[in-house]
């Protein structure tokens, strides 16, 4: 895969977090910036990349910028998940490879899609253990009904419920099996909004990032809490 549109590297020192983006099918890096820019601000010593998908867009002629994960070319609910998982192998060697580049452990990596690059993402963290701490699914869809959850992954759903391409009940659906299976899980689902990528989606992405506390953190903190000696009262000792 190629990698474009490297929005931001920290001014000083090495970066601490690294957010790989994935553009939706048809589109480019480019297409991606908008929400960079926002991680970018929030976090400025974050490494931000968008990346374009490994092959053209098949739907398009002569579009050299278009690009496709995989193709939907007659694609159904029985053919996707084949798709899906055909494409996973270069796009969790490529997160595994940029990882390495910039000496990111897997906590300490965000995977944020759009639409097609929601589904990747989605899917790789299901395929891939410990890939990424977390994923921002903007627009996106599971392949298939998880049957496990990410292992340590945050999983975050954002969708519009105006969303005709990809209806926002794909999303809820796909909260509603992470949470039944354990899983760490948020979904924003906001009125008015299309399959797009809308400035109102992007605001609820950062509020989660900075708000909500995985259940790794909490295990950890509870598992360093010092055990405070108390009394026994009379009631508990009988």
């Known amino acids: 895969m190629n990698t474009s549109a490297l929005v931001h590297l920290p001014e000083q020192g090495p970066p601490e977090l690294l957010y790989l983006l994935f553009h939706g099918v048809g589109a480019s890096a480019v297409h991606m910036v908008p929400l960079a820019r926002r991680l970018a601000q929030e976090y400025p010593q974050a490494a931000v990349l968008c990346l374009d998908a490994p092959e053209a867009y098949d739907a398009v002629i002569g579009d050299t910028t278009a690009r496709q994960w995989f193709s939907i070319r007659r694609v159904d609910e029985l053919n996707r998940p084949g798709r899906v998982e055909a494409a996973l192998p270069a796009f969790i060697a490529t997160i595994r490879a940029l990882q390495a580049r910039f000496g990111m452990p897997w906590e300490r990596t965000a995977l944020a899609g759009f639409?097609?690059?929601?589904?990747?993402?989605?899917?790789?963290?299901?395929?891939?253990?410990?890939?990424?701490?977390?994923?921002?699914?903007?627009?996106?869809?599971?392949?298939?009904?998880?049957?496990?959850?990410?292992?340590?992954?945050?999983?975050?759903?954002?969708?519009?419920?105006?969303?005709?391409?990809?209806?926002?009940?794909?999303?809820?659906?796909?909260?509603?099996?992470?949470?039944?299976?354990?899983?760490?899980?948020?979904?924003?689902?906001l009125p008015g909004i299309a399959h797009e990528l809308h400035p109102a989606l992007m605001d609820k992405a950062i509020e989660q990032l900075r708000s909500f506390v995985p259940k790794k953190v909490w295990r950890q903190a509870m598992s360093e809490a010092p055990v405070l000696p108390r009394a026994a009262s009379s009631t508990e000792l009988g």
Not at 125 to 148: C, D, I, W
């Open 115 to 189: 639409s097609q690059g929601a589904v990747m993402a989605l899917e790789a963290v299901q395929a891939e253990p410990l890939l990424a701490g977390r994923v921002l699914a903007f627009s996106g869809r599971h392949a298939r009904a998880p049957t496990h959850v990410p292992t340590d992954t945050t999983v975050h759903l954002f969708h519009g419920i105006a969303d005709t391409v990809i209806p926002a009940a794909a999303a809820i659906d796909s909260a509603q099996t992470l949470v039944a299976l354990g899983g760490d899980v948020t979904a924003d689902v």
